[in-house]
Structure formats: structure tokens, C-alpha cells
């Protein structure tokens, strides 16, 4: 059964996408970023310049084929036609139809957007109403 976890108050988060996403590809995992078209695209301008000296490669479910076959990192605006299955890491709305394809689903939550607060505690109990537990992690809590 799919993992799904909750990541809480999260100060900026596209930030912690980067954080999460290079903790993870050091672990052997790939993951997929689904999304809207407006964040993908910053997103991936963040994945390139994470740091002055360090980038994560990636690619988009429009480059298709090859290239999505080796990145170990695919945006994506749906969950379809995707080359693996690891990790989900959800930027939208609603719970992604076909999330149960994956290993592990992280939801990412904002400490400051009330919207997208909200949004997840509706999503948290579509995840709970399917049969998943869920596990949460409050970012303030790991300063």
C-alpha cells in the first residue's frame, strides 16, 4: 500500500521540494513532481540553481521517452505515460488521480498559505476516507 506523509509548515515550498528532492536522490529514490504548468516552471528554475554550485537534473513529462527514462527527477501536470513509480510529491490541489501507482505520496504544506492549509486538510481526509494512514511531520518541529 502507498505511504502517504505530511509534510507541515513548510516556510517556503519549493524550497523544501529542493531539499526534499536532493535527500531523496541521495537515497537511490526518483521521484515525480506534479503540478501546474505556473509552478512547475518555477520550480524547475529552483531544481537548476539550488545552490551556487550545485543543481538537480530533471526533465518534464514533454520531453518524453529517453530523457524521462534516465531523469531521476519528472514534472509533471498528470500522472500518466510516467517511466517510475517511487515517490509522488504532490503541488496541487486535490489528491492526483493514480497516486496509488507510487511507493510514497509527500504532501507538502504551507506555515503561512491558509488556502493551501485548508486544501490539505481536505485532502488528508480523502487519503483517510480511502483506508491509508498517514504520517505527519511538523516541520517547526525539526527547527
Keep these: 500500500m502507498t505511504e ?7 516556510p517556503d515550498k519549493l524550497g523544501y521540494v529542493c531539499r ?3 535527500k531523496a536522490l541521495r537515497h537511490g529514490a526518483r521521484l515525480v513532481v ?6 512547475l ?6 531544481l537548476w540553481s539550488v545552490s551556487a554550485t550545485d543543481f538537480l537534473a ?5 520531453d518524453g521517452g529517453e530523457l524521462l527514462a534516465v531523469s531521476p527527477i519528472v514534472l509533471a501536470e498528470q500522472l ?24 510514497r505520496v509527500v504532501e507538502i504544506v504551507s506555515s503561512s498559505d491558509e488556502m493551501d492549509r485548508h486544501e490539505a486538510r ?4 480523502d487519503y483517510e476516507a480511502r483506508g491509508f494512514s498517514i504520517v505527519r511531520h511538523d516541520l517547526n518541529l525539526k527547527g
Design 20 to 22: 526534499f528532492a536532493r
Design 58 to 62: 530533471h526533465a518534464t513529462a514533454a
Design 122 to 125: 481536505t485532502r488528508w481526509r
Design 80 to 103: 500518466q505515460d510516467l517511466p517510475h513509480h517511487d515517490v509522488l510529491i504532490n503541488l496541487t490541489a486535490q489528491v492526483p488521480e493514480g497516486f496509488e501507482r507510487f511507493e
Design 4 to 10: 502517504i506523509a505530511f509534510h507541515f509548515n513548510a
Design 34 to 39: 506534479v503540478g501546474d504548468a505556473a509552478v
Design 41 to 46: 516552471s518555477r520550480l524547475s528554475t529552483r
